[in-house]
């Protein structure tokens, strides 16, 4: 069992800068975790994703050059640093797990997988 809590969100101006963090209750070498996002009356969507095994990063188109998913071992928290943020980045961000005991699949730049473990979210808003 992997408990997963977020934080970070708030509100800016678009062109600024975040930082979510998603502090993990346990750490493993060979873990999958992502971050998702979902705006109201929208489906949930993947953002950007990791495979701790060999420190891989993913991003979906929207959010490449601008965001960056990066984790400490040592704090077992996983970040994502997002710069540029326009008014369509706002949403609820979440945070999510599963053990990977090899690279995952990925499917249109993200891995194509069933994620676990999910944390309760942080909201983001952006306002132009």
């Known amino acids: 069992q992997v408990q997963l809590v977020e934080s970070g969100g708030g509100s800016v101006q678009a062109g600024g800068s975040l930082r979510l963090s998603c502090a993990a209750s346990q750490y493993r070498a060979q873990l999958c975790m992502g971050w998702f996002r979902q705006a109201p009356g929208k489906e949930r969507e993947g953002v950007a994703a990791i495979y701790t095994g060999t420190g891989s990063d993913y991003y979906t188109d929207s959010v490449e050059g601008r965001f960056t998913i990066s984790r400490d071992a040592a704090k077992n928290t996983l970040y994502l640093q997002m710069n540029s943020l326009q008014p369509d980045d706002t949403a609820m961000y979440y945070c999510?797990?599963?053990?990977?005991?090899?690279?995952?699949?990925?499917?249109?730049?993200?891995?194509?997988?069933?994620?676990?473990?999910w944390g309760q979210g942080t909201q983001v808003t952006v306002s132009s």
């Open positions: 999510a797990a599963r053990f990977c005991s090899s690279p995952p699949p990925v499917v249109r730049g993200l891995p194509f997988l069933q994620y676990n473990y």
